[in-house]
Each structure stands twice: as structure tokens, then as C-alpha cells.
């Protein structure tokens, strides 16, 4: 007789196993909210830490982008919660930049308003590449509070480079509170900034970019 979900995934309740089960090489059991948690932050701290994975060629983190990405799915409501819980704990946690990047890319795909306090935070970061991915994740973090976070960062922001990423990350977005704030940046950017962001901006309005100050 064949063993059912819960019975398989007990002979193999390790971080391996959970991984196989992540990325669909398993049947997954029936978990609560606070069994996710626990498996998404015994998985990822694992992966994070780890130099090879057994059957994997090449970085053990690409599975992450995997799992990320098996987590979506529609009807696993708990299960995305979770992930989302961990991947924001967990970028509190780890100080490599690669893996906070890593963390930061996951989070762009997956996170909501449970994300945004972090990501606010990281948007001052004094490293260039965790300031741009945190930019990334907000501009593709559909909550209101993301385009919030957004301008108020914009209107923080004296660099011109950061205003220039920042009034880009508000122009793709849909408010019309955040593409009037990537408008009125304009004047302050630099020649070719300006000349991307009035691209952006035509795209999202269906029309001609606003002039550019000569």
C-alpha cells in the first residue's frame, strides 16, 4: 500500500527533504501556518549557507528562485504568507551582501506590505546594490504601501542618481499619485536620467513625454 502525503514526508523531515518537496521533486504534506515558517526559514537559512547541494550543479541558491517561484501558486495562501514572513526575517539576519541581494530579488517577486518597513529602511542602505535592489522590490511590490515608501523616499533623496532610480521605480508604477511625483522630478535629474524617465512615463500614459527643461 502506498504511503499517504503525511506518512512519505515523516520518513524524510529534514531540510533535504523539505527542499525536494519545495521544488515539486516530493509530495508536500498538509501544513499550518507555523509549520511553513518553520521549514522556509530551516530551507533558506540552509541554502544561503551552503556551498553545494547534493544533485545540484553549480550554486545551491538558484533553488531558491525555484522555490520562490513554487510558492506563488494559487490556493497556497498560508504556505506564500510564510515564505514572505522569512524571506523579510531573514534579510535582517544575514550581512553578505550577495546573499541580501538574493534575499532582496526574492522578495520582488513575492513580497507585499509585510515587506515594505525593510525595504523602506534598505533604500538608505550604504551599499549601492542592496540601495538597488531594495528600489527594485519596492517598484514591484504591488501594495499601496510600497508607492508610499517610494515617494517618500523621492522626496528625501538629494543624489541625483537616487532620485534618478527612485522617480524610474515610481514611473512603472500605476498610482497617479507616484507617476505625478516621477514627473516632477524631472527637472532635477540629469540630461540622460531624464531623457529614460520621460520614456517611462510615456509608456505608462499612452502619450507624448513631458518636455525636458533646456
Keep these: 500500500m502506498r504511503p499517504s502525503r503525511e506518512e512519505a514526508a515523516a520518513r524524510d523531515n529534514t531540510v533535504e527533504g523539505w527542499v525536494r518537496e519545495l521544488t515539486g521533486r516530493a509530495d508536500a504534506p498538509r501544513r499550518g501556518p507555523e509549520d511553513w515558517t518553520r521549514v522556509f526559514t530551516e530551507v533558506i537559512r540552509k541554502l544561503l549557507d551552503a556551498a553545494e547541494w547534493p544533485g545540484v550543479q553549480g550554486s545551491p541558491k538558484l533553488l531558491l528562485d525555484e522555490i520562490v517561484l513554487r510558492a506563488g501558486a494559487p490556493g497556497a495562501e498560508d504556505k506564500l504568507r510564510a515564505l514572505r514572513q522569512v524571506l523579510v526575517e531573514q534579510l535582517g ?8 541581494i538574493l534575499l532582496l530579488r526574492e522578495l520582488a517577486t513575492v513580497g507585499r506590505e509585510e515587506a515594505v518597513p525593510a525595504l523602506e529602511k534598505l ?3 550604504a551599499e549601492p546594490g542592496i540601495r538597488e535592489y531594495a528600489i527594485r522590490a519596492l517598484a514591484a511590490n504591488p501594495s499601496r504601501e510600497a508607492a508610499q515608501a517610494l515617494l ?16 524610474n521605480a515610481l514611473a ?9 511625483a516621477a514627473r516632477a522630478a524631472l527637472p532635477d535629474l540629469p540630461p540622460a536620467a531624464r531623457e529614460l524617465l520621460g520614456g517611462a512615463l510615456k509608456d505608462l500614459e499612452g502619450g507624448a513625454p513631458p518636455a525636458a527643461p533646456r
Design 172 to 180: 512603472g508604477r500605476k498610482e497617479k499619485e507616484a507617476a505625478d
Design 93 to 100: 539576519e544575514h550581512k553578505d551582501v550577495s546573499e541580501r
Design 123 to 125: 533604500v538608505e542602505d
Design 152 to 167: 517618500a523616499a523621492l522626496r528625501k533623496a538629494g543624489e541625483p542618481a537616487r532620485r534618478a532610480a527612485l522617480a
